[in-house]
């Protein structure tokens, strides 16, 4: 996964993503401060179509076309669905970290 800018335009394995700006309102975080997601449910589309091989049909219209009708599918906002693949992504992260972690203590014994 490589993200980049191009004029602007935040590129996401080539793809446009777009910034996502929210306030986060729950009583424990009251203070009002935007948090970024970096257009996160359309990279994360983006990524899974191409890892099930439909990259040549991953367009930047087509994977925002999919992004929303999964967002009306699930009855999600925008945020939300940012929030959620934000998420995940990082969930696969610590995982793939874990995993190499793991693979290096066995080659070591």
Excluded at 29 to 48: Q, R
Excluded at 70 to 97: G, I, P, S, V
Aim: overall charge neutral.
């Amino acid at each position: 996964m490589r993200m980049r800018t191009v004029g602007g335009s935040v590129l996401f394995n080539n793809i446009p993503t777009r910034v996502i700006q929210s306030s986060t309102s729950s009583p424990q975080n009251d203070n009002g401060k935007c948090t970024e997601f970096v257009g996160s449910a359309e990279s994360l589309v983006g990524k899974v179509l191409l890892e099930q091989g439909l990259g040549k049909y991953c367009d930047a219209d087509f994977v925002h076309c999919t992004q929303l009708e999964m967002q009306e599918a699930l009855e999600m906002t925008q945020e939300e669905m940012d929030l959620a693949a934000h998420e995940l992504m990082l969930q696969e992260r610590f995982n793939r970290t874990l995993n190499t972690q793991a693979s290096k203590k066995k080659r070591n014994k």
